[in-house]
């Protein structure tokens, strides 16, 4: 398992409450021995989870003869290549087709994936490639939901093996995220703007907005009161603080206006979230 670098892995667990996964198709196929295709850039991911049979991927520069109960992911936006070899019996395999973004930004160009990897529990892959085959002959919202569920579970066992990657735009985008996250964070129990923010990290406010929703999905003063609701929540469950002064160390003068923010955020009165507890 990798270890990714501190400020990226923060970065992008902080945008993966905007993470929008979509299914396009699943299937059990039995590839023929001219299954066959070279040099091309699908605009989709790809997961295989061979079940039998030998075959050849290509994936960036990297090439592939994956194994029975092996898992390959193949990015989108990268060139590859898959065949069959001649004289031997082609795969037998459970694919899907599927796009994951994380705001504007495909999930995988986050993360340095190792192409074909061994699982742990071959038998639940099988069940969630199943899963995925009977929910999209589903019209019901409730197969959308398991759908969404059984792909996500999948990405899980990718993402054990993966890292966050430390190189190009990414870098910068996740040291860029993460100063920002850790200015925040360090004031969650005082006045914000959004021209402190911005300067932090040599944006125009304007600017820092757009850059925030594409990331994020919501506006910098709307991640900042999320996270101030995060530590609230922390705090009404760890600590015997009153809800007057859980709501001084999340930046409310106020505590009626804490806990209308509060309600709006999490469902409840923070008296009821504790009550819970």
């Known amino acids: 398992m990798h270890t990714p670098k501190p400020d990226a892995l923060k970065a992008l667990h902080d945008m993966l409450p905007n993470l929008q996964i979509d299914l396009i198709e699943a299937h059990l196929t039995q590839c023929r021995p001219d299954w066959r295709e070279l040099d091309y850039v699908p605009a989709y991911s790809k997961l295989y989870f061979i079940c039998e049979g030998e075959g050849w991927l290509k994936i960036g520069d990297r090439e592939h003869r994956p194994k029975p109960g092996q898992l390959c992911l193949m990015p989108a936006h990268i060139r590859q290549s ?11 395999k459970y694919w899907c087709h599927f796009t ?16 074909c990897l061994d699982v742990a529990e071959p038998e639940r892959v099988t069940e969630l490639f199943e899963a995925l085959i009977a929910c999209q002959r589903e019209r019901s919202l409730s197969a959308r939901l398991r759908e969404k569920a059984a792909l ?18 990414q870098a910068e985008d996740a040291e860029r995220l993460s100063r920002i996250a850790a200015y925040i964070e360090e004031r969650l129990h005082g006045p914000v703007t959004l021209e402190e923010i911005a300067k932090q ?3 125009h406010p304007n600017y820092l907005i757009r850059y925030f ?5 919501m506006t910098p003063l709307r991640y900042l009161n999320r996270k101030r609701m995060e530590k609230a929540r922390f705090l009404l469950r760890a600590t015997p603080f009153s809800i007057k002064e859980i709501a001084a160390r999340t930046g409310f003068d106020d505590a009626n206006h804490f806990a209308k923010a509060f309600r709006r955020e999490s469902g409840s009165s923070p008296s009821a979230f504790r009550a819970k507890m």
């Open 213 to 217: 929703k594409k990331h994020f999905g």
């Open 152 to 169: 996500l579970e999948l990405l899980a066992v990718v993402a054990e093996r993966a890292a966050v990657r430390a190189g190009g735009r």
């Open 100 to 115: 994951a973004d994380v705001g504007s930004t495909g999930l995988f160009q986050w993360l340095e994936t190792p192409g």
């Open 82 to 92: 898959f065949s069959a070899i001649d004289g031997l019996p082609p795969f037998r």
């Open 201 to 203: 990290v040599h944006l």
